[in-house]
């Protein structure tokens, strides 16, 4: 079983901050089924796109979207097995639900596939207001 929980969504004013987190329990405690992990998010009437994925390999390859680059943070602590979102200088338009998703291989069509992660957590709710 491969267990994905969210943490540390809210509201903020613009030019502000948030840290996500993601807990991993079960198989995706290890690296078996969660090679691949990271943050999607999904505003209203959008559609879901990817924010930045980690590689939980020895190189520790990070990716991000255009969109956020420079601005959020993907990190991951193995200790702990907990995946975070450092969100900085955030936009009205990074209002969204923000999904924790993990993935044994490379997906198939790039990091930002989210088609081919099969592990998703609940969600947590991002507001930023103008």
């Known amino acids: 079983q491969v267990l994905l929980v969210e943490s540390g969504g809210g509201s903020v004013q613009a030019g502000g901050s948030l840290r996500l987190s993601c807990a991993a329990s079960?198989?995706?405690?290890?690296?078996?089924?969660?090679?691949?992990m990271g943050w999607f998010r999904q505003a209203p009437g959008k559609e879901r796109e990817g924010v930045a994925i980690i590689y939980r390999g020895g190189s520790g390859s990070t990716y991000y979207a255009d969109s956020v680059k420079g601005r959020f943070t993907i990190s991951q602590n193995n200790g702990e097995n907990t995946l975070s979102l450092q969100m900085n200088s955030l936009k009205p338009e990074d209002t969204a639900m923000y999904y924790c998703?993990?993935?044994?291989?490379?997906?198939?069509?790039?990091?930002?596939?989210?088609?081919?992660?099969?592990?998703w957590g609940q969600g947590t709710q991002v507001s930023v207001s103008a």
């Open positions: 079960g198989a995706a405690s290890g690296n078996r089924y969660s090679k691949y």
């Open positions: 998703a993990a993935t044994a291989g490379w997906p198939a069509g790039g990091p930002f596939d989210g088609t081919s992660y099969p592990y």
